[in-house]
């Protein structure tokens, strides 16, 4: 390259370019074209230096947007508009590189180097741009033809050439990368392997895994029931730890197949062996390029989406500026294949508490789905739904001898839609539940709900189901969770466990161990109280209680849902509640501990002074008139006037009850005692069905604002008004906000000692001494001071 010389412009007129000699048919390429600035710049304008990182941030004003933190972009100011002029230049050249002409993002590169160097000199600082902006050079100047020259700088001048065009292809790659046109083809082959299922590689697992799932209650448990008993026993005079039931069922598997013959250990051997060449010969299957058609596939398919959906939900809204909505609606096969809708959601309300779609108007969106759902219905036959069900043999579809207990909701009754979304705004019609398998809580399709309610299963996702000693499965002992990986690492494919024939109990116990999963998973979590966050880590404990529990905890959750999570203002009658509630109380409601119970025998539901006895007199004492208590039953008319129970939500309404059960699943929960057991579970079962009553019975608001909002509402307002007051009368506004905060605090204590004096006087326990009484309104304490008040 020639050393540059550049001519001088008469002070004050606007900066010019001097004419580009035309190019002939035989132009070089732009690679071989030596780049000649001699001719094409006036004197290099005047630069400014761009501030940002060298002097101390200015103060923000009220109103103004953040500025980005960091070090700012080399390509800003006139820079920026320079490159951005180019945008579709870049897409198109891109879009040929993409189709097998490499040389086309090149050559773009190459030229908008020339141009860059043409307009901005070869001395132009990161930090540094034109003071004045001038016309950008056209693009035959850089494929002009010139003598090449020797300088000095020519080897500088090369290099800064070539540095300037590898940053230039970074930005537009950086800025301008996502937008191309082959990318939707990318997007397409990732939304198809995404979304299609395809379970991860099934692994071989462990020996004694395969040994102990097939063989364990045949030739295990036994022994170890009698040696865990044994040191349950030990640990009471000991005082030691009891070692946890995994760890011993561990241990005495592994003896029991040391003790095995080397003839038998073979046959388990090549049973391991098969089961995984079985998973193994699925999974290649499932790579295939065939599109998904099984009903297991199609319903793998529809799990793992809840993953992608509502982040490419989310990206459709930010990059639109839109609300977006996606319904997805068909048969759903974990459902028995009836139809029902999914949705996900992206975009709140204004206001205080801001709402997605589903929630901001429930019966509406009911309606929608309503619709949806019969639209579906004349899309896909009754053969195609029947079909697409899984986890129930076709040939048996129409033999249910066990019909849903009363109270569930299906995907077919329209109207009947749970509330709708979720912190992660995904919603199903009534099944809002998931599954994670033994992976853990994973993206789902809904938020809770029942296992078999409208709009079908959640989505299930997260891990696959192999027996890890993680998941409380033992040595391989029963499976959980479905697809992926399968039980004991040795089945694959979604809800097969791989073991062959005779594996039928297997995928009935992982089935049922994927709808309890479900129905314990919830997307919401964001959006609870910490009360009914430290309550759901409670009822945890109850994840081995069996289904029924499970379904009466989603319920409540369900139940809290459709009040948008509020404590509510209404509290549960005190009389005849069991004394072991006021304890609690007066303990700080530690969910956390066990033994509520006590020394009262738990008795039966006919034994007076009984645990159980005690708690159906009082959950019958807060029953409607409509409904009859007779031979320890009580009646399920079609017509209850739940007025008085759809309110009872937050920590001091339905949730007390749910406690009790707790406490009481603590002792009986087990299954020790069958008799017992049994007892309780008809409680839970009793509680579900009021539970989804209330929730369908259209006395919850659709437009959910709890107490503690309308407050923090009039609050608001009365601020502004107050705002707007002094700066009408000249005075500052922050002194009137400080005087109204003031006076709220009083309003709020004179209220406090208002219903205080007009509640009823609850239970009350006199203390040792027999001095004074305590009066139930069942706040939290959440420190030493308040316990202290709460007992004086």
């Given at each position: 390259?020639?050393?540059?010389?550049?001519?001088?412009?008469?002070?004050?007129s606007?900066p010019?370019?001097c004419?580009v000699p035309?190019?002939g048919?035989?132009?070089p390429?732009?690679?071989q074209v030596p780049l000649?600035?001699e001719?094409?710049?006036?004197?290099?304008?005047a630069?400014v230096?761009?501030?940002?990182?060298?002097?101390?941030?200015?103060?923000?004003?009220?109103?103004?947007?953040?500025?980005?933190?960091?070090?700012?972009?080399?390509?800003?100011?006139?820079?920026?508009?320079?490159?951005?002029?180019?945008?579709?230049?870049?897409?198109?050249?891109a879009?040929?590189?993409?189709?097998g002409?490499?040389?086309?993002?090149?050559?773009f590169?190459?030229?908008?180097?020339r141009?860059?160097?043409?307009?901005?000199g070869?001395?132009?600082?990161?930090?540094?741009?034109?003071?004045?902006?001038?016309a950008?050079?056209?693009?035959?100047a850089?494929?002009t033809?010139?003598?090449k020259?020797s300088s000095?700088d020519?080897e500088?001048?090369?290099?800064?050439?070539?540095?300037m065009?590898?940053?230039?292809?970074?930005?537009?790659r950086?800025?301008?990368?996502?937008?191309?046109?082959?990318?939707?083809?990318?997007?397409?082959?990732?939304?198809?392997?995404?979304f299609d299922g395809?379970?991860?590689?099934?692994?071989?697992?462990?020996?004694?895994h395969?040994?102990s799932?097939?063989f364990?209650e045949a030739r295990?448990?036994?022994?170890?029931?009698?040696?865990?008993?044994?040191l349950?026993?030990r640990?009471?005079?000991?005082?030691e730890a009891v070692?946890k039931?995994?760890?011993?069922?561990?241990?005495?598997t592994?003896?029991?197949w040391?003790?095995?013959?080397?003839?038998?250990?073979?046959d388990?051997r090549?049973?391991?062996?098969?089961?995984?060449?079985?998973?193994?010969?699925?999974?290649?299957a499932?790579?295939?390029d065939?599109?998904?058609r099984?009903?297991e596939?199609?319903?793998?398919?529809?799990?793992?989406?809840?993953?992608?959906?509502?982040p490419f939900?989310d990206?459709?809204?930010?990059?639109f500026?839109?609300?977006?909505?996606?319904l997805?609606?068909?048969?759903?096969?974990r459902?028995?294949?009836?139809?029902?809708?999914?949705?996900?959601?992206a975009?709140?309300?204004?206001?205080?508490?801001?709402?997605?779609w589903?929630q901001?108007?429930?019966?509406?969106?009911?309606?929608?789905?309503?619709?949806?759902i019969?639209?579906?219905?004349?899309c896909f036959?009754e053969?195609?739904?029947?079909?697409?069900?899984?986890?129930?043999?076709?040939?048996?579809?129409d033999?249910?001898?066990?019909?849903?207990a009363?109270g569930?909701?299906?995907s077919?009754?329209p109207g009947t839609?749970?509330?709708g979304t979720s912190?992660?705004?995904?919603a199903?019609?009534?099944s809002?539940g998931?599954?994670?398998?033994?992976?853990g809580?994973g993206?789902?399709?809904?938020?809770?709900g029942?296992?078999?309610?409208?709009?079908?299963?959640?989505?299930?996702a997260?891990?696959?189901?192999?027996?890890?000693d993680s998941t409380?499965n033992?040595?391989?002992?029963?499976?959980?969770g479905?697809?992926?990986?399968?039980?004991?690492?040795?089945?694959?494919?979604?809800?097969?466990?791989g073991?062959?024939?005779?594996?039928?109990?297997?995928?009935?116990?992982?089935?049922?161990?994927n709808?309890?999963?479900?129905?314990?998973a919830?997307t919401?979590?964001?959006?609870?109280?910490?009360?009914?966050?430290r309550?759901?880590?409670a009822?945890?404990?109850?994840?081995?209680?069996?289904?029924e529990?499970?379904?009466?905890?989603?319920a409540?959750?369900?139940?809290?849902s459709?009040h948008?999570?509020n404590?509510g203002?209404?509290?549960?009658?005190?009389e005849g509640r069991?004394?072991?509630f006021?304890?609690?109380?007066?303990?700080?409601?530690?969910?956390?501990?066990?033994?509520?119970?006590?020394?009262m025998?738990?008795?039966t539901q006919?034994?007076e002074g009984?645990?159980v006895?005690?708690?159906?007199a009082?959950?019958?004492?807060?029953?409607p008139?409509?409904?009859v208590?007779?031979?320890?039953v009580?009646?399920?008319?079609q017509?209850?006037?739940w007025?008085?129970?759809?309110?009872?939500?937050g920590k001091?309404?339905l949730l007390?009850?749910?406690a009790?059960?707790?406490?009481?699943?603590?002792?009986?929960?087990?299954?020790?005692?069958v008799?017992?057991?049994?007892?309780?579970?008809?409680?839970?079962e009793?509680v579900t069905?009021?539970?989804?009553?209330l929730e369908t019975s259209?006395?919850?608001?659709g437009e959910?604002?709890?107490l503690?909002?309308?407050?923090a509402?009039?609050k608001?307002?009365?601020?502004a008004?107050?705002?707007?007051a002094?700066?009408?009368a000249?005075?500052p506004?922050?002194?009137?906000l400080?005087r109204?905060?003031r006076?709220?605090?009083?309003?709020?204590?004179r209220?406090?000692r208002?219903?205080?004096?007009?509640?009823?006087?609850?239970?009350?326990?006199?203390?040792g001494?027999?001095?004074?009484?305590?009066?139930?309104?069942?706040?939290?304490?959440?420190?030493?001071s308040?316990?202290?008040?709460?007992?004086?």
């Amino acid at each position: 390259m020639a050393e540059i010389s550049r001519t001088t412009t008469p002070p004050g007129s606007p900066p010019t370019r001097c004419s580009v000699p035309p190019i002939g048919d035989g132009a070089p390429l732009l690679d071989q074209v030596p780049l000649d600035l001699e001719n094409l710049l006036p004197m290099p304008p005047a630069v400014v230096t761009s501030q940002k990182g060298t002097v101390p941030r200015p103060r923000r004003k009220k109103g103004e947007d953040k500025e980005a933190r960091g070090k700012e972009s080399w390509v800003h100011g006139t820079k920026l508009k320079f490159f951005e002029a180019r945008k579709s230049e870049y897409l198109v050249a891109a879009e040929k590189g993409a189709n097998g002409d490499k040389a086309a993002p090149g050559a773009f590169y190459t030229k908008m180097a020339r141009l860059y160097i043409i307009k901005y000199g070869y001395n132009l600082k990161d930090n540094e741009d034109l003071a004045v902006d001038v016309a950008d050079p056209p693009d035959e100047a850089a494929n002009t033809v010139v003598n090449k020259k020797s300088s000095a700088d020519s080897e500088k001048e090369a290099q800064y050439h070539k540095t300037m065009r590898g940053r230039i292809g970074e930005w537009y790659r950086r800025k301008y990368g996502g937008l191309l046109k082959t990318d939707k083809a990318a997007f397409q082959e990732l939304f198809t392997g995404v979304f299609d299922g395809a379970p991860a590689k099934p692994q071989r697992g462990q020996l004694l895994h395969c040994y102990s799932r097939h063989f364990f209650e045949a030739r295990v448990k036994e022994r170890f029931d009698a040696r865990y008993e044994s040191l349950k026993r030990r640990a009471e005079f000991t005082e030691e730890a009891v070692p946890k039931s995994i760890v011993v069922q561990n241990q005495v598997t592994k003896e029991v197949w040391e003790e095995e013959t080397p003839a038998f250990r073979e046959d388990v051997r090549a049973l391991w062996e098969r089961e995984y060449q079985q998973a193994l010969k699925g999974w290649k299957a499932s790579l295939a390029d065939s599109p998904t058609r099984t009903p297991e596939e199609l319903a793998a398919s529809l799990e793992n989406a809840a993953y992608y959906l509502q982040p490419f939900v989310d990206a459709i809204s930010e990059r639109f500026g839109m609300v977006a909505s996606l319904l997805l609606c068909g048969p759903i096969g974990r459902n028995q294949g009836v139809v029902g809708m999914q949705s996900v959601h992206a975009g709140e309300t204004r206001g205080i508490a801001p709402m997605k779609w589903p929630q901001w108007n429930k019966a509406r969106f009911q309606e929608v789905e309503s619709r949806m759902i019969e639209f579906g219905r004349e899309c896909f036959s009754e053969e195609q739904c029947r079909a697409r069900a899984v986890g129930v043999p076709v040939a048996h579809f129409d033999k249910d001898t066990s019909p849903p207990a009363a109270g569930t909701r299906t995907s077919s009754a329209p109207g009947t839609a749970g509330p709708g979304t979720s912190a992660s705004h995904v919603a199903g019609t009534s099944s809002r539940g998931t599954s994670s398998g033994a992976g853990g809580d994973g993206a789902a399709v809904g938020e809770g709900g029942d296992d078999d309610g409208a709009g079908g299963d959640g989505a299930t996702a997260g891990g696959g189901g192999a027996d890890d000693d993680s998941t409380g499965n033992g040595a391989g002992a029963g499976s959980s969770g479905g697809g992926g990986a399968g039980s004991g690492g040795g089945a694959g494919g979604a809800g097969g466990d791989g073991g062959g024939e005779g594996n039928e109990d297997n995928i009935l116990e992982r089935a049922m161990r994927n709808r309890i999963d479900r129905l314990w998973a919830r997307t919401d979590r964001a959006e609870w109280t910490s009360e009914l966050v430290r309550a759901h880590a409670a009822f945890a404990r109850g994840r081995e209680w069996g289904i029924e529990w499970a379904r009466c905890v989603s319920a409540f959750f369900d139940f809290e849902s459709a009040h948008g999570y509020n404590d509510g203002s209404e509290q549960m009658p005190t009389e005849g509640r069991p004394k072991a509630f006021l304890e609690w109380l007066i303990r700080g409601r530690e969910w956390d501990r066990f033994g509520m119970v006590g020394s009262m025998p738990i008795g039966t539901q006919n034994e007076e002074g009984s645990w159980v006895a005690g708690w159906w007199a009082y959950w019958v004492s807060l029953q409607p008139a409509e409904r009859v208590y007779t031979g320890g039953v009580l009646s399920r008319p079609q017509k209850v006037d739940w007025s008085g129970l759809a309110q009872l939500n937050g920590k001091n309404g339905l949730l007390q009850v749910m406690a009790l059960l707790l406490w009481w699943g603590d002792y009986v929960g087990d299954g020790e005692d069958v008799f017992q057991y049994v007892d309780w579970k008809r409680a839970v079962e009793e509680v579900t069905w009021v539970l989804r009553e209330l929730e369908t019975s259209g006395l919850i608001s659709g437009e959910v604002v709890g107490l503690k909002r309308k407050r923090a509402r009039t609050k608001a307002a009365k601020a502004a008004e107050a705002a707007e007051a002094a700066e009408a009368a000249g005075e500052p506004a922050s002194k009137v906000l400080r005087r109204s905060a003031r006076h709220d605090h009083a309003d709020e204590g004179r209220q406090t000692r208002s219903r205080q004096k007009a509640a009823t006087p609850g239970e009350k326990e006199k203390d040792g001494k027999g001095k004074g009484a305590k009066r139930d309104t069942d706040p939290t304490p959440t420190s030493a001071s308040d316990e202290d008040d709460e007992q004086k």
